[in-house]
């Protein structure tokens, strides 16, 4: 979450609204995770929790979604909206975004991947959190978003 922080910080900073993407189940701990920033940056975050259609809506207006390897992330690549997509164990050969206007990031260093889930052992959840706001920075610059 310091992480989703510095990242919501660094993009407020250049002007943006940022939206918290999620089924309603999420309300509570996206809540939660927005008490804990800022307070200059609080008002420029916002909730989108529902269904498809309406993420849809909204994400084909951005200027970029960052999203983990997750549905959002796939459907705001095939809307050709400048999507980037944080692989923590997971390919981005066999899992990644297939828009055009899409960026994968892995983490620096990692020499292995899940193929289906079932697989991943507990000390696999480390790469994660290993991809830096630094790679973020760049693909968000490499894509002319900052």
């Not at 909730?47 to 979604?65: C, H, K, S, Y």
């Not at 997509?85 to 297939?98: D, E, F, I, K, M």
């Not at 892995?106 to 289906?116: E, H, I, M, Y």
């Amino acid at each position: 979450s310091e992480r989703w922080a510095a990242l919501i910080e660094l993009l407020t900073s250049h002007g943006f609204s940022v939206l918290l993407s999620g089924s309603k189940a999420d309300r509570a701990a996206n809540n939660a995770f927005m008490t804990t920033l800022p307070e200059a940056t609080k008002d420029k975050v916002s909730l989108l929790l529902g269904d498809w259609v309406t993420f849809a809506g909204t994400a084909a207006q951005a200027a970029a979604v960052i999203s983990v390897n997750t549905g959002s992330m796939h459907v705001a690549s095939l809307l050709n909206v400048p999507t980037i997509a944080l692989h923590g164990p997971t390919s981005p050969l066999r899992w990644g975004p297939v828009g055009r206007r899409s960026i994968a990031l892995v983490p620096d260093g990692a020499t292995s991947f899940l193929n289906l889930g079932f697989e991943m052992l507990k000390s696999d959840n480390a790469y994660c959190y290993r991809l830096e706001l630094t790679q973020v920075t760049e693909a968000l610059c490499q894509m002319g978003i900052l």
